[in-house]
């Protein structure tokens, strides 16, 4: 194991609510990334934050968003969520000089 | 912009035989690679990485792969297959200029190793 966790494991939503993802980085990692894994694909790189700032962004719209807090905590926000919403989303962190992401073990979210 | 591509949705290997899994690449700066493997319900899990140096990179659990830049390739490989590493295997590549550090991964090989 990694030493990265998020919290729920699973979620269900239904269309236009509002979700909250979690994740506790490894110890001594500074930089967390967030990607969602649809169905039969590959993760999806959302964005990263190092330093409580948001420093690279993919390409979703500005519903996703995040937070990432002093302890390098981070949480994921997504708003008027959509069906195709529905995806396993990964936490992956590291030390800002050390280029191996690690990652968690994800949280599935399925919206209705 | 950079990608990955792996050209094979699915891998079938004799128990003990050599097994390989392809991955190519395509990044306007020096490539970063990456390996990683997903077991059923679960994250992904590290297994090596090219980032300068010998071509031939050695990872965990027997696993290694080459770096091949004229062909732009990173190819996993494993000398004897066991049926404990049936699992989706995915490539990453990320650009190594500063400052571009999201991966970018393939859509996965499944990999399926017969007793």
């Known amino acids: 194991e990694t030493g990265v966790t998020q919290s729920p494991t699973h979620l269900i939503k239904t269309r236009g609510q509002q979700v909250t993802l979690r994740c506790s980085s490894q110890s001594g990692h500074n930089t967390v990334s967030w990607y969602q894994q649809a169905l039969g694909q590959g993760p999806q790189f959302i964005f990263q934050?190092?330093?409580?700032?948001?420093?690279g962004r993919g390409n979703f719209p500005p519903r996703f968003s995040g937070l990432q807090f002093p302890n390098y905590s981070s949480e994921l926000n997504v708003n008027a969520l959509e069906l195709d919403d529905s995806a396993l989303y990964l936490c992956a962190s590291r030390w800002t000089g050390e280029e191996t992401q690690y990652f968690g073990p994800g949280t599935r979210l399925l919206v209705l | 912009a950079q990608s990955v591509a792996q050209p094979e949705d699915q891998v079938n290997v004799a128990e003990g035989n050599p097994l390989t899994v392809k991955c190519t690449y395509s990044?306007?700066?020096?490539?970063?690679l990456f390996w990683y493997v997903q077991y059923p319900n679960r994250g992904l899990q590290f297994l090596l990485k090219y980032i300068t140096g010998d071509n031939l990179v050695k990872g965990s659990y027997g696993f290694e792969a080459e770096f091949n830049k004229s062909q732009t390739s990173f190819h996993l490989k494993k000398p004897s297959a066991l049926v404990s590493d049936s699992a989706l295997y995915f490539c990453?590549?990320?650009?190594?200029?500063?400052?571009?550090?999201?991966?970018?991964f393939g859509t996965g090989t499944r990999l399926t190793i017969i007793p």
């Open positions: 934050y190092y330093r409580e700032e948001e420093n």
């Open positions: 990044v306007s700066g020096n490539p970063y």
């Open positions: 990453a590549v990320r650009d190594g200029n500063f400052g571009n550090e999201k991966l970018t």
